[in-house]
């Protein structure tokens, strides 16, 4: 093993683009916004996570002094902003913590998989305001998942199991777009009680798509009926979202334009960004591959499978559920003053970066900062806290299965 080094050097978030992007442009932000709205603006808990932002990293902003004991040396770390919408340094931060926190703490050593949902445009700006409506549709998307799972298990003889998730809700697509959607890492089985009494662990057989179809199919009309419910029906392209709207109609049209991908400030309303690559040449819709199904503007996918024993695997997986929604080397500003932003993947029509007028970018920010005491990762079935609801009364297995469990004991 390499010998660690003793050398700190500490980040310089100043010389970063996302900071110069938001440290110059900021303010004429704001302004365009209150100009717009009859100097109504962002709300605050929005312009807050633009302030704090600016002091991340910065010694003029807070420090921390260390000391150390033996050898006399002192270093100066300064406070970061701890903010949930759009800060690489804290969100790589959390990030890590997290995953390393499920892998090591909450997930048991068996097969994980992965079941993405992705919903139509109308639900996700439905879903952005309704924190409520979102957690019925994980729940919803979850019991379609787990009586798959307990069907499978019926087949093969296996009577009163279980299972469990962490389900991640996401805010952001690849555009840094308003795209809320569920990432739900499903233990891929069930647990059922041996002859011993004891809990095994029992696989699932292998998925497919027509698998997959069927769950989609129980999930879609689920979460149309809880739409239907709270008041948004399928003619309403926005949902409704009235309340919000009233309550801060800036950012509500800014949520509707990054849903639909279109610009709202800094350019022409409704136009969408320059898009830059190689071949703009629209493809078509890309075939389907394994264990995926898509239908109505639903979009089911659950090809990412870890096996048990992988573990550093399952937390690569657990570091993209819970990743950022940019990252400081995908940017980069143009010689005319636009935002570049780098794609992940290329889009089926060859697009590799997205351009944005500062203003239009950081609108593009504001829509991702998720309201105050929302929580983002949820837990369920055999994962779940106790003090769970009553249909998840399988929760108190989870101190006899998590991994931090089988490290107690003498040593």
Not at 102 to 107: C, G, K, S
Not at 284 to 312: K, T, Y
Not at 346 to 363: I, K, M, Q, S, Y
Request: hydrophobic share 45%.
């Amino acid at each position: 093993m390499a010998r660690p080094s003793v050398d700190y050097a500490p980040r310089d978030p100043a010389a970063n683009v996302l900071h110069r992007v938001v440290r110059e442009h900021l303010q004429t932000f704001l302004a365009e916004a209150a100009h717009g709205r009859d100097g109504e603006g962002v709300p605050r808990f929005v312009e807050e996570e633009f302030q704090t932002f600016l002091s991340c990293g910065l010694f003029a902003g807070g420090f921390a002094r260390f000391r150390c004991g033996a050898c006399k040396t002192e270093r100066l770390v300064a406070f970061s902003c701890k903010g949930r919408g759009f800060c690489p340094s804290c969100g790589g931060r959390r990030m890590t913590e997290r995953a390393a926190h499920l892998v090591d703490h909450v997930i048991p050593d068996v097969p994980v998989r992965q079941w993405v949902l992705t919903l139509p445009h109308r639900i996700r700006y439905l879903l952005a305001w309704r924190h409520d409506l979102c957690k019925a549709v994980v729940r919803v998307l979850l019991r379609a998942v787990h009586r798959h799972l307990r069907t499978r298990a019926s087949e093969r003889g296996l009577a009163d199991v279980h299972s469990g998730a962490v389900a991640i809700v996401q805010r952001f697509g690849g555009a840094l777009n308003l795209n809320v959607h569920i990432h739900a890492l499903v233990l891929d089985g069930v647990f059922a009680r041996g002859d011993d009494g004891r809990l095994r662990f029992h696989a699932a057989p292998a998925l497919d798509a027509a698998d997959v179809a069927d769950v989609l199919a129980a999930i879609a009309p689920g979460v149309q009926r809880l739409v239907a419910r709270s008041g948004g029906g399928t003619d309403d392209p926005h949902g409704s979202a009235d309340a919000f709207a009233e309550a801060s109609p800036l950012l509500a049209g800014l949520a509707a334009a990054s849903v639909q991908g279109s610009v709202a400030l800094g350019g022409t309303p409704g136009a969408r960004p320059r898009r830059v690559g190689q071949s703009l040449v629209d493809r078509g819709e890309s075939a389907l591959g394994a264990c995926h199904a898509r239908w109505e503007g639903f979009d089911l996918h659950a090809a990412v499978r870890v096996p048990a024993g992988q573990r550093d695997r399952l937390e690569r997986v657990c570091r993209y559920a819970v990743r950022p929604p940019v990252a400081g080397s995908r940017l980069q500003v143009a010689a005319d003053g636009q935002v570049v932003l780098q794609l992940r993947h290329p889009w089926a029509d060859g697009t590799t970066h997205v351009a944005f007028t500062p203003t239009a970018f950081l609108a593009r920010l504001a829509v991702l900062v998720p309201r105050p005491r929302v929580n983002l990762v949820l837990y369920h079935g055999l994962l779940a806290p106790r003090g769970v609801p009553r249909w998840c009364r399988a929760a108190h297995h989870r101190p006899r299965l998590t991994p931090t469990a089988r490290r107690r004991g003498p040593r």
